[in-house]
């Protein structure tokens, strides 16, 4: 189970344009190692079933500022994900000699298809320390490897209508940020509506909804009750 957050906020703005409001939900705990690796387990076993194939459709990694935990290394722009921490490359009469390693996925702009969707081709990289007939996916999973850090981010796009080009855009309408090292998770999430009603985006997407599950099984944290708990007081409804 999870332990007591050490940070807890959501954040209301409403956008006086546009009309209707932009929410934000910062969230923080304490972790363990072990606990690191279940996080890693289960949230890589969730991008596997949603995000494995060669291309993403309106959605891509997270900009290169959105940085929670400091000390996470790699240049973050456009990543779904980066693992880093050591793997066993070989053994002595007392132990596993081990290897730094460190494997991520990126999202790079292919192309917008029509006025309405915006497609992104999805690119793994890994360090030669990681033997290439193991699965990205388990590497939460498979032994002898000591996760070090996990950072996800994922942007969702929605089709929007915008008065200066009179006509309907792709548009990032939602964040989930996770950053973890072995004694600190952060959770940023980060949702735009149009209008003020009850709205649940983890339903609507998913892949946020995979990951949230993925965090009920590892911590026992359910970000989307959190979520709707906290926009409720917030907002009355």
Not at 169 to 178: A, G, K, N, Y
Not at 216 to 227: A, E, K, R, V
Request: contains cysteine.
């Amino acid at each position: 189970m999870a332990q007591p957050p050490s940070e807890q906020k959501l954040s209301l703005r409403r956008n006086w344009i546009l009309g209707g409001y932009t929410a934000e939900l910062a969230y923080s705990l304490t972790l363990t190692p072990s606990q690191l690796s279940d996080v890693v387990d289960t949230c890589l076993a969730a991008l596997h079933k949603h995000a494995s194939s060669s291309s993403a459709l309106d959605f891509k990694g997270r900009n290169h500022f959105d940085t929670m935990i400091a000390g996470i290394p790699g240049e973050a722009d456009g990543e779904i994900f980066r693992l880093g921490g050591l793997i066993a490359t070989g053994s002595s009469a007392t132990d596993f000699e081990w290897s730094p390693f460190e494997a991520s996925y990126h999202s790079e702009f292919k192309e917008f298809e029509g006025n309405h969707h915006i497609t992104h081709t999805l690119v793994h990289h890994r360090s030669d320390a990681v033997p290439e007939w193991l699965p990205w996916r388990l590497l939460g999973a498979a032994a002898p490897i000591r996760p070090r850090y996990l950072r996800i981010g994922i942007e969702r796009f929605q089709s929007r209508f915008h008065t200066l080009s009179f006509g309907y855009l792709p548009q990032v309408t939602d964040s989930l940020l996770i950053d973890a090292l072995e004694s600190k998770l952060s959770l940023r999430f980060v949702t735009e509506r149009r209008k003020w009603q009850a709205t649940q985006p983890f339903a609507e997407f998913p892949l946020f909804a995979a990951i949230a599950e993925a965090l009920q099984l590892s911590l026992g944290l359910s970000i989307d009750s959190l979520f709707r708990t906290e926009l409720a007081k917030a907002t009355g409804r």
